[in-house]
């Protein structure tokens, strides 16, 4: 159960990511707070590059910040962004983002929080957002 408080203390960490965006070429910022299982926070910011395509996610940073320390166990992500980092309007995860989510989590159970502000924060489980995800699980069929 993630309590409300819980949910603001991500989106507060999540907005704070803004800041540390590097984003010369969209100048559209994302910031993300991945929550693990047991508790922790990884933060992440979109950070972009002069060839566009070596550019990554907020999302996939945040997961790869906590994959690279061992971490693999995942309950829910908060996303936030907008144009110089002004958030107008909820900014939900790209495919990729939502691929590499469907790799550490479970869909019916990882959870994606998508905030206007700490009053406005809509939430959707991976499922929802990629259905029929392929996952290892379908390696083996
Ligand atoms: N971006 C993210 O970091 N996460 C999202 O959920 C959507 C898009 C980044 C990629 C690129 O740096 C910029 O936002 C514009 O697409």
Sequence with gaps: MITNELKIELFDKAKTMLNFSYAPYSHFHVGAALLTKDGKIYTGCNIENAAYGPSNCAERTAFFKAVSEGILKFDAIMVVGGPNGKIKDYCPPCGVCRQVMMEFCNP??????????????????????????????DLNK
């Design 108 to 137: 019916d159970e990882f959870k994606i929080f998508l905030a206007k502000s700490k009053d406005d924060i809509v939430e959707y489980t991976l499922k929802e957002l990629l259905p029929l995800g392929f996952g290892n699980a």
